[in-house]
């Protein structure tokens, strides 16, 4: 059985992995100034990279040791405390 710190990791890459088709979904075939104009998409594609933010800070360090090659720091650091840290579950 994975430990809590695994299971709690393997949420937030879950809810990662939503985050990024989430945006996908809400950027295909929009060019960048159609996604400028439509306020809603913008501040949903907001969202969703906020939650990508977020949750990549909270990742353990054995997950981001496990994976040298993606770029942990940046992407935490680009929204990371926009959320309060109930919503990923901090301790």
Do not use: Y
């Not at 695994?6 to 060019?31: P, S």
């Not at 909270?58 to 680009?78: C, M, Y």
Request: proline share 5%.
């Amino acid at each position: 059985m994975p430990g809590r710190s695994m299971r709690r990791d393997l949420l937030l890459l879950g809810e990662m992995i939503q985050a990024a088709d989430r945006a996908h979904e809400l950027t295909r075939g929009l060019t960048l100034q159609a996604l400028q104009d439509d306020r809603l998409r913008s501040e949903s594609l907001l969202w969703n990279f906020t939650v990508l933010g977020e949750a990549a800070a909270h990742l353990s360090g054995e997950i981001k040791e496990h994976f040298p090659d993606i770029a942990w720091r940046p992407v935490g650091g680009v929204t990371h405390g926009c959320l309060p840290c109930p919503f990923f579950s901090c301790s």
